[in-house]
């Protein structure tokens, strides 16, 4: 199986920036899709952005402007800039990984979430 691991949350003042990071281990084949998920109290988990391994990006409309996503391949992992953080940024956010294992069978693993706080 995949193992993911996010890191870099925190608690930063509105307007002010985090850079997290997500590092996927434990597979010897290929990883295609990566993206960072949140999730505020009370609310769904929504996809924040991704990033193919080509490099394509997807970004919500919320974040449009403000966040980057992009990846390291040779360190199979990836990263989300934000800037200009808001209160309404405030969440868990999680890493989703996407690609192809063992048997050719596709897998689909998330981390356990890092915590994201936006005082205003």
């Known amino acids: 199986q995949v193992q993911v691991v996010e890191s870099g949350g925190g608690l930063v003042q509105a307007g002010e920036s985090l850079r997290l990071s997500c590092a996927a281990s434990?597979?010897?084949?290929?990883?295609?899709?990566m993206g960072w998920y949140r999730q505020a109290p009370g609310k769904q988990r929504e996809l924040v952005a991704s990033?193919?391994?080509?490099?394509?990006?997807t970004y919500t409309d919320s974040v449009k402007g403000r966040f980057t996503i992009s990846r390291d391949n040779a360190k199979n992992t990836v990263y989300l800039q934000m800037n200009s953080l808001k209160p309404e940024d405030t969440a868990v956010y999680f890493c989703?990984?996407?690609?192809?294992?063992?048997?050719?069978?596709?897998?689909?693993?998330w981390g356990q979430g890092t915590q994201v706080t936006v005082s205003s």
């Open positions: 990033i193919t391994s080509l490099g394509r990006t």
């Open positions: 989703n990984v996407q690609g192809i294992g063992r048997l050719a069978l596709p897998y689909d693993s």
């Open positions: 434990g597979s010897r084949y290929s990883i295609g899709v």
